[in-house]
């Protein structure tokens, strides 16, 4: 025989159902904050004010980009309209995962007359390269090229 449901064992197990929903809740937000790489620009708005006319610019270069991983060896290649390589005046940027910034590494790109190397450090998985180059006209150059990582 059961004993009856009284309101005591009826608190307590709403309580425990509630305490057990908050404590994922809790763990989720830890977590999804812990992991968050951080903000891409510090005022979206003032950001926003220059988006067109710096995409026109960007796009009147007629710049073709390709980016992947050889040997732990990241070619990233910068094309013009014409197809031939373009040497950039500067060209900084951060390789790593999408969801994380553990594995954000800054390569050291050097210009081989073709394309641009660096070594990098890499896993199967997919990547990210977020880089910034200026042309040679002062043009800023900024794109996010997703690595698909084999191995």
């Known amino acids: 025989m059961l004993a009856p449901i009284t309101g005591r064992k009826v ?16 763990f989720l937000a830890y977590s999804a904050v812990k992991t968050f790489p951080g903000l891409e620009v510090k005022n979206s708005y003032v950001a926003s004010q220059h988006f067109d006319e710096n995409r026109a610019a960007q796009e009147a270069l007629g710049w073709s980009i390709s980016a992947e991983v050889h040997q ?26 999408a969801t994380s910034v553990r594995d954000d ?47």
């Open 105 to 151: 590494q800054t390569p050291d790109f050097v210009f081989d007359g073709t394309m641009y190397r660096a070594p990098v450090t890499t896993a199967a998985g997919n990547w990210n390269l977020r880089f910034e180059a200026v042309a040679r006209d002062g043009t800023m150059f900024q794109q996010r090229v997703v690595v698909l990582v084999e191995r």
């Open 11 to 26: 608190f307590f197990g709403m309580a425990a159902a509630f305490g057990v929903i908050i404590s994922v809740n809790l």
């Open 72 to 97: 732990d060896e990241l070619q990233l290649a910068i094309t013009n309209a014409a197809g031939q390589p373009v040497e950039v005046a500067d060209l900084t940027g951060t390789f790593g995962r």
